[in-house]
């Protein structure tokens, strides 16, 4: 029909003017393969894979050598006139941004949260004056923050030995899953997080330290509960802090063009408070609190307790993973701008190996910073050496500066944190858009923000991540289907809800399913059939193999004949209702084999016995399989019970557009017997519909000249009863059904 | 090509003997939509849906009342003269097999496991006589199985509401992620624990209570440590239990199609140990452990206590799932087997229902026991009468024979279960011919049981479960991909390394990506286009920026000249180097809008500069996406950025093959715009091609007119030039040039 509707009227052209003829074999997989050569790729054994990703030679191990040391990749090509300047100008610039403007990393937070859960200041109180006001509790500082800092290079050298490990097995490509709503959400999360941890001390109350599902909640509702116990002094200083920051940074981003650089309004504000402060003397007169004392030099290099690695394990795997994948999104932006590649794996070992070195020397986890990159960047920064050289700046400031900052008011510092987290909270607005482009991102977003807030930020990136993870699985579980219906005149299928002018071919059923088959969307697939064609084929067969006990039954008690042409009722229709009709009939005493009663029985006609047997108006299934891009073996062994099901009950199902991987693990899995074979594979739907249309001309053919021969041996002429009785196009038919004859 | 060879080589039949025709016009998704009037499917808002499912009706009504009671449904269809005598011989059969043989379940174990967890024996420790053999500890056992009955009962009301809740928000469908092999291999690891446990009492040794990870293998090392202090009439007992069972049990499989029903061998094995035990004293004489007292009666209601709740949250969700499907797996057999159906959602709230209630009067988690269900059904029984019939039985059983069994040995029990693990044990013989059929599978067998021993069964299966789920991602993200290339004469492209006679269209590369594309592989999406293609489009224009800018400077410099052409290079070829080729050079500087420059450089020509710019061998891209089930935010972000990346070096991005519902995607998330429009979108790969074949053909044309008029302005005659000059195809271009002139 849509081979030869072509011929018989012309199509029209659309724009390009151009029109599409196609004349070929109609092709199933194996005729195919076999015509045009198909080509096996050579696998290679496990043995060979082995020595040739082991093969040594000097320029290869040179590479890899350079792979661990890049170092000495770059110097020795460093261009002492035309980068040094420029390294120099770049490092100064950013060293000193680095010192000014701490800006708020999401990885410091994490490593906050760990601090203050493993050592809250409750495990630090020497004496409590009967404490009915939480102020009145003395807690031990020294041993408290020997304790904090032993923590954090603790986890630092967790983070380290973890991230060696990743870059090790080479699994970098874990962070792939860090989608952008997941990101958004959790930094957002982390926002909140950190307001609340300023808020309390903005408002200069303590509260309790609380663990585990929804502290952040408690915290933050019990802030405002003593918020009641708040020093007016630090109050007053915070809010001025945050409503002059957030004021100058709006200037800032409105005359960016203007300006040549922002005003470091946090430098200033911080300058000026400590000024004030150290003028007025805001801790005695006050009881503000301060900064107090900044320790200076550096600690001698500590063994850190590994014993505390069991209880740390869960949050150094997210500091890990994240702290990674800030600094490689960080550096994909200028690795587009500048035209190389970033080594995953490389950048997970050497972050790896910096965190074990830290954490030998209390230092806190590495990562990168957006802002001063982008300052590095923009002053001309060419090579590490810049990196050096700003390093050298924030030494000499932390040995230089830390005495002038001991009278600052903690509540200002943290002030400032607040005013900088607006762009993080500003995220929120993103949502709403994501929720009209695509629903499942927005909950992505939504969830992980959520749990981040409820189970804290380790478990609740966590819980983002398998979430995100689910949802990948569920649109794979819920895929769309539909049952297929050709245009007329062309070799095209589509959904048969979705056009007008679409026609389903006779006796044939055409499913397309989108997606992989695998155990998680079996059940799925089958109720997919099940709808599509419109019976349940176990069913069907049950159904049927009761009937045919109630026939046998008839026939032994003679009131039914069985003949060649099927089964002659001897007691007329009316004596049907024999028995009743028993839908919870024991299947087991069904288990007759239809072959030893030898009865052929026209399931579509009336049958002789009160049995509901389900019709079947089609003889094949089509499955589409275009868009099934894997198959594992759940899904393997339920689409050959299916096959098996539809065959018992004499619907033949065939497949089309099969990948060539599938066919591979199709046959790796014991797919193909004798009933099921590979010519059931065909190129396209509508290789499979011409195969099926041709095949029900031959056996119209075949009937034909059966017809032929039975009018011939009653001895009378054929053609003459034919040509007076026969429709044209049944005239044709009959015709090639002579000429084969005669042949 | 393809198009048209079908004419002057008639192809050659396959088997079938049909062939393939078909003409049509080349389409556009656009112009097929329109020509073929695709209806949109009517999209309903939020209110009208939830009008819809909240909509009350008097027969709505009772078919939920009779989902929630299905008695309500089953009971007034009662057959009582034909079920009855059935239900009765069946229930009574089932509740003495019930009684008689303790079939083991996995969820007992599990439950077992957070009793012993949670209330070890070292928690009831009363006195201790200086404690250096372990026996010499006296245990409160009153107390301890006091806490161990609140414990369970706890338990099961936990695993109650969870069912309940996971009923009510529809999520049976969680059971489908228990795929065959993760089953497999936490059911071997179940084994292995109980194994353990039983063999501690078998060897009646005590060891200390384990805890968390590698418990079981510690337990199982301690065991073997004492294993000196064993009592032998335990050990003697227990040895002679196991072996008699399993040898009988072989028996019983080897001639099962020869006795009526199996030697209930646990049974008689029970008694007689009983007997024994009684007679000889076993306890008094041989210090033997016995299991001394059974409760009898029944607990009056209690109140289990919900601040345990948050201890056994993950165990109980884990138990919830399994008991689940376990029931609901053995359901499906008989659903099959009596064509019905089973509403997952309504077992779930039904378990749920039964658990809670069960919870308040010290009862175990509820589930299903497959041996027992089989004998219920091959008795006979039709309705839930048997099993209320089976359950006064057991009740018997228990009131009045628990004192019959207090002298039985412990370790006899022990050896009973230990004995029916063999079959849980062979599983691992499936391992192998698994690994033959597919890898994935395979290897989430062994990591289900290898976690589900080291973790616990609970965090073992949520392991398992996590795991098949990154199984299902990673396939799906690293999916297979490949270039096509056409089959001459046909429509088909195949991929071009498996076919021998495949040619790949000029200037066109054809890349199929099987799988969706979403966050975790639109990085794998993009090498996949740059190793198809054989180059970076953004590397080709940063370098093509790069040698702009130079052209640029020499143009001021005058040693260049831009014309309508291109450019001339005034200076000659041999002047090219004037500049470095610098890579790292800095792109913020070459950000020079090229309209500005308007400069026409012919980049597969030599450039006049020493910049390396790649060759960009295609025009077109045409990304095959039959087999792209899904996209997300990101895909889609990425796609885009892909085709403007490409536009901006002059390559056009086409689409095939995508699916409906894709393209509905695409528009919610601004695919589009007037540089990326909807006619980039073909039907099928072919169609693509046909459109870019022909837009070629009219480019020639043009050229050809373009050409013929500067003849003719020169004044020659075209036609005495060109026939002299052309070879036929290209007279023929040239010809239909003149005509299009002409007319």
């Not at 550096?331 to 794996?345: P, Q």
């Not at 695509?438 to 983002?464: E, H, N, P, Q, Y």
Request: proline content about 4%; glycine content about 6%; aromatic content about 8%.
């Amino acid at each position: 029909m849509a081979a030869t509707g072509g011929r018989s009227e012309p199509p029209r052209l659309p724009e390009c003017g151009c029109s599409y003829v196609v004349a070929r074999p109609v092709y199933s997989e194996l005729a195919f393969q076999q015509q045009h050569e198909r080509r096996l790729p050579e696998s290679r054994t496990l043995r060979e894979r082995l020595a040739r990703s082991c093969s040594c030679s000097r320029k290869r191990a040179l590479r890899v050598v350079k792979t661990l040391l890049p170092i000495l990749e770059w110097l020795p090509k460093y261009r002492v006139k035309e980068w040094l300047l420029c390294d120099i100008v770049s490092g100064v610039s950013t060293g000193l941004v680095g010192t000014l403007q701490g800006p708020f990393p999401v990885v410091s937070l994490m490593v906050g949260s760990v601090v203050l859960t493993m050592a809250p200041d409750e495990n630090f109180v020497i004496s409590s004056s009967n404490g009915t006001a939480l102020n009145s509790t003395t807690i031990d500082f020294a041993a408290r923050d020997a304790a904090r800092v032993l923590i954090a290079s603790t986890l630092t050298l967790l983070v380290g030995i973890l991230q060696l490990i990743f870059g090790s097995l080479q699994i970098g490509f874990i962070v792939r899953y860090l989608a952008d709503p997941l990101i958004g959400g959790f930094t957002t999360a982390a926002a909140f997080q950190v307001f609340v941890s300023q808020l309390k001390i903005v408002l200069n109350v303590s509260t309790k330290n609380y663990n585990g599902v929804l502290s952040i909640i408690y915290t933050l509702v019990e802030t405002f509960q003593n918020a009641g116990n708040t020093n007016l002094a630090d109050l007053i200083a915070g809010l001025l802090t945050i409503i002059i920051c957030m004021a100058v940074k709006e200037l800032n981003d409105r005359f960016k063009h203007k300006i040549p650089i922002p005003i470091p309004i946090e430098v200033i504000v911080t300058i000026i408070a400590a000024a004030i402060s150290y003028g007025v003397d805001l801790e005695k007169n006050y009881n503000a609190g301060i900064v107090k004392s900044i320790p200076r030099g550096f600690l001698p290099p500590v063994l850190p307790s590994s014993n505390l690695f069991s209880e740390m394990l869960a949050s150094s795997f997210s500091i890990a993973v994240v702290a990674y994948a800030i600094a490689v999104s960080v550096g994909k932006v200028y690795a587009i701008k500048y035209d190389y590649t970033i080594d995953g794996n490389q950048e997970f070992i050497a972050f790896g190996i910096s965190n074990i070195f830290s954490g030998f020397f209390s230092c806190f986890v590495a990562t990168t910073a957006l802002s001063r990159t982008a300052v590095q960047e923009t002053t001309g920064g060419k090579t590490q050496i810049a990196g050096i050289i700003s390093a050298g700046i924030v030494l000499i400031a932390i040995v230089a500066l830390g005495k002038l900052l001991e009278p600052l008011q903690k509540s200002v510092l943290a002030a400032v944190v607040i005013a900088n987290l607006k762009g993080m909270f500003m995220q929120v607005c993103d949502v709403p858009r994501l929720w009209r482009q695509s629903k499942t991102d927005a909950i992505i977003w939504v969830f992980t923000c959520v749990m981040s807030i409820i189970l804290g930020l380790d478990l609740g990136l966590l819980a983002g991540l398998i979430f995100g993870l689910l949802t990948v699985v569920l649109r794979v579980q819920f895929p769309s289907w539909n049952g297929l219906g050709s245009i007329p005149t062309t070799d095209i299928y589509k959904n048969t809800k979705n056009y007008k002018n679409i026609e389903e071919p006779e006796g044939v059923k055409i499913l397309r399913f989108s997606s992989p088959i695998f155990y998680g969307n079996v059940d799925g697939f089958k109720k997919c059939i099940k709808s599509t064609v419109g019976f349940d084929a176990t069913r069907v067969h049950n159904k049927r193999l009761q009937a045919l006990k109630k026939i046998q039954k008839l026939i032994k008690k003679g009131q039914l004949r069985a003949t060649k042409n099927g089964i002659i009722s001897d007691a007329g229709s009316s004596n049907k209702a024999f028995e009743p009709d028993e839908d919870v009939e024991d299947p087991e005493e069904l288990d007759i084999p239809t072959k030893e009663i030898e009865i052929q029985v026209d399931w579509n006609s009336e049958l002789p016995v009160k049995v509901n047997v389900p019709k079947v108006p089609i003889n094949s299934l089509v499955l589409d399989c275009g868009a099934v891009s894997f198959l594992d073996i759940v899904g393997v062994r339920s689409l050959r019970m299916i096959v098996k099901e539809f065959q018992r009950i004499d619907v033949n199902v065939y497949f089309a557009s099969l990948q060539d991987h599938l066919i591979e693990k199709l046959e790796q899995c014991g797919f193909f017997d004798e009933n099921i074979r590979k010519d059931m594979l065909f190129l396209t739907v509508h290789d499979a519909i011409l195969y099926l249309q041709n095949q029900v001309k031959s056996r119209e053919i075949q009937d034909s000249i059966l017809e032929t021969i039975a009018l011939i041996q009653e001895g009378k002429d054929p053609l003459e009863l034919i040509e007076a009785e026969l429709t044209e196009e049944e005239f044709d038919v009959q015709d090639e059904a002579m000429r084969r004859l005669a042949s």
